[in-house]
C-alpha cells in the first residue's frame, strides 16, 4: 500500500525545486495535492509536470485573501487537508545589519514569518484530527551566516512556532515538524560555476550538495504514518551542515 493512500496534502509554494519534488512524490504516494505558486505561469507548468490528483491554485501566502481563496478551493474540492507542507519562503542574502532596510525585513518576515503563522492558522478548520504539518526551515535558524540575520531570524522564528503548536494542538494530535534543508542543488543554483558549487560542498560533511529528491523523501517520512510519534522537531537534512 502506498504511504499516502487517499490523503489530501496542501503544498504551498511548490512550483519550482524541493516543494515540486514533494508535490511528485507526495501524488505517487497516493495523495491528491493541493500546490500553491505566486506566478500563473509556472504554477501551470507544475501541474502539467506532476499531470494527476493535482490542483494548482494562486496564491501569496504572505496574501491573506490569497490563503482564505486557496482553503475555499480545497474545501470545495475535498473538504479536508491531512498534510499541510507550509513551504512557500523568500530570503535576501548578503545584507549585513548596517545595510538592512525596511523593505528587506517587511518581505522576508511577510512571507516566511507571517505566512507561515497564518498558512497554518487558516488550515485548522480542514485540518483532520492527527493530521501531519510540516514548515519550511532552514540550517540558518542555528548558524549565524553573515549577512543573512534577517533571513535567519525568519526561520528561528519558524522552529519556535513548531514548539508551541505542538502543545497548543496536541489534544487534536496534530502533529507539527520543521524540515531543515541545508545547501540544496535547487534553481537558486542555475548558471552557478562548477567551483562555486564545490566550494559549498567543501564545508558539508557527506562532501556534496542535496537534492530537492532528498528533501522530498524526508517529508514523505514527516507526512506518513511512519513518523507516527514525532512532533515538535526540527530535522535537518543537511548532509551534517549544522550538526558540528
Known amino acids: 500500500m502506498k504511504k499516502l493512500e487517499n490523503k489530501v496534502a496542501v503544498i504551498t509554494g511548490a512550483t519550482s525545486g524541493m516543494a515540486l ?93 507571517k505566512g507561515t503563522l497564518f498558512t497554518v492558522q487558516k ?38 512556532f513548531a514548539r508551541t503548536w505542538t502543545v ?11 524540515l531543515s534543508p541545508g545547501t540544496i542543488d535547487t534553481g537558486i543554483f542555475v548558471g552557478v560555476p562548477q567551483e562555486v558549487k564545490d566550494s559549498f560542498a567543501t564545508i558539508i560533511p557527506m562532501g556534496r550538495i542535496g537534492s530537492s529528491e532528498e528533501i522530498a523523501k524526508v517529508a514523505l517520512f514527516l507526512a506518513s504514518d511512519d513518523s507516527s510519534f514525532v512532533t515538535g522537531i526540527e530535522l535537518f537534512v543537511d548532509g551534517g551542515a549544522a550538526q558540528i
Open 123 to 160: 488550515a485548522l478548520p480542514l485540518l483532520t484530527d492527527s493530521a501531519s504539518v510540516i514548515m519550511t526551515g532552514s540550517i540558518a535558524s542555528v548558524k549565524g551566516f553573515e549577512g543573512m540575520g534577517v533571513y535567519n531570524a525568519s526561520k528561528a522564528a519558524i522552529r519556535s
Open 21 to 113: 519534488a514533494t508535490a511528485k512524490l507526495f501524488v505517487e504516494e497516493g495523495a491528491y495535492v493541493f500546490i500553491t505558486g505566486r506566478r500563473q505561469e509556472q504554477l501551470d507548468a507544475a501541474v502539467k509536470e506532476i499531470g494527476r490528483n493535482i490542483t494548482g491554485v494562486r496564491a501569496d501566502s504572505a496574501n491573506l485573501a490569497d490563503l482564505d481563496h486557496l482553503y475555499e478551493v480545497v474545501k470545495a474540492e475535498k473538504g479536508r487537508i491531512d498534510i499541510l507542507y507550509a513551504s512557500s519562503g523568500v530570503g535576501d542574502f548578503g545584507i549585513p545589519i548596517g545595510t538592512v532596510t525596511e523593505e528587506v525585513y517587511a518581505k522576508t518576515f511577510d512571507v516566511n514569518v
Open 168 to 178: 497548543e494542538l496536541k489534544a487534536r494530535k496534530i502533529r507539527i515538524n520543521v
